[in-house]
């Protein structure tokens, strides 16, 4: 069946780095653009990045511009996520999320119509 | 564009209808998505392109609005109906604070 599996998540200090992974299966994988989304505690949802189904149009919330990456590896079937200069604020359940269908050439949608089940991300002294 | 959901908590019985709403601060060309999201569990998407239903999504779960007012209809609530949902625009990575739908 359809699946998105993160992982990678953890406690890490202040300023330190984290990669997260999300691995996807049941789908064609290089064909969906893929997102990450977070949720603070007790929060609501906070879209952090956007890539597309070839690895371009990369997109992210000013929060975490210049600290975070996003990446794919279409060969694994998985999604990353690179966060650099953690802060506590970054501190959230992260979320992988695969964009709704569109036939290319398309922009995105933003809807997101199949969610891991997320990866808790805690970064504290 | 900012969406405003309304009301924060909404308190009502199995059985029961129940009307939540999304307000965006300019109107809207495109349209709207919603997601449930039970405690513990990943969001879900309900509704895309304001009135339609994500697959495998009941019947009893229905869209409907334009410009700058949307809503999301549920009648005769289920028990697993009560969660916190979310209201999101085409086209904008953003979501609404969410209203949190809680057992009367």
């Known amino acids: 069946q359809v699946q998105l599996v993160e992982s990678g998540g953890g406690v890490v200090q202040p300023g330190r780095s984290l990669r997260l992974s999300c691995a996807a299966s049941g789908f064609t994988f290089s064909s969906y653009a893929m997102h990450w989304v977070r949720q603070a505690p007790g929060k609501g949802l906070e879209w952090v990045a956007v890539?597309?189904?070839?690895?371009?149009?990369?997109y992210y919330t000013d929060s975490v511009k210049g600290r975070f990456t996003i990446s794919r590896d279409s060969y694994k079937n998985t999604l990353y996520l690179q966060m650099n200069s953690l802060r506590p604020e970054d501190t959230a359940v992260y979320y992988c999320?695969?964009?709704?269908?569109?036939?290319?050439?398309?922009?995105?949608?933003?809807?997101?119509?199949?969610w891991g089940k997320g990866t808790t991300v805690t970064v504290s002294s | 564009i900012v969406l405003t959901q309304s009301p924060a908590t909404l308190s009502l019985s199995p059985g029961e209808s129940a009307t939540l709403s999304c307000r965006a601060s300019?109107?809207?060309?495109?349209?709207l998505a919603w997601y449930q999201q039970k405690p513990g569990q990943a969001p879900r998407l309900l509704i895309y392109d304001t009135s339609n239903r994500a697959t495998g999504i009941p019947a009893r779960f229905s869209g409907s609005g334009s410009g700058t007012d949307f809503t999301l209809t549920i009648s005769s609530l289920e028990p697993e109906d009560f969660a916190v949902y979310y209201c999101q625009r085409r086209s904008e990575p953003t979501f609404g604070q969410g209203t949190r739908l809680e057992i009367k």
């Open positions: 890539i597309s189904y070839v690895g371009g149009n990369i």
């Open positions: 300019h109107s809207v060309s495109s349209s």
């Open positions: 999320a695969r964009e709704w269908y569109q036939p290319p050439p398309a922009s995105y949608c933003y809807y997101m119509d199949v």
